[in-house]
């Protein structure tokens, strides 16, 4: 299933239509691997480490950080990640700031980014910036700063939205469309 969302992502980045919204056929992967990934949680669990090893207990992860359109899912997931042995402490931390900035809420560790109105990928709002440091130390996160630079270096090959204003609007419509808020 990751392996599908990777290569599905690349193809669209490739064909330049990655970053144009939410692309109905990456949607579509998201959708379809988010609803087996609750099929496997629903009979056997929280795939951890232990039990699938850590390539797929990350791949499972994937999925679940991928399937925004599916709330219910991925507010499930977090306390599992957190009580399974084994798991990232990372990944439990990029899942709760995922779900607190669907849900409209300042982010802890500072994991989630966008454009701000500076033209620049910066992180969205956080809770307690002063802490967020600690925080993503405690979770096995590099410093803030360090994560800035390198989502920035990674951004310039991403075309920056037109619109701003725009590209919120249609986020804050997919989340109330999908049930976030």
Known sequence: ???????VRERLERDGVLY??????????????ADRL?????????????LVGPEAAHAAWLVAQHAISRPALMRCVLPLLDEASGVPRAEAARMDDRIRVFEGRKQRFGTAFDWDEHGEMSPLP??????V??????????????????????AEREPRPLDPAARQAEADAFAREVGWR
């Open 126 to 131: 956080i809770e307690e910036p002063g802490q």
């Open 133 to 154: 440091d600690r925080y993503r130390a405690e979770a096995g996160l590099p410093p803030l700063a360090e994560t800035i630079a390198e989502n920035r270096r990674w």
């Open 1 to 7: 299933m990751a392996a599908e969302d990777l290569r």
């Open 38 to 50: 609750a099929e496997i949680i629903t009979r056997h669990g929280w795939p951890s480490p232990y």
């Open 20 to 33: 144009e919204g939410y692309h109905p056929t990456m949607r579509a992967v998201h959708e379809r691997n």
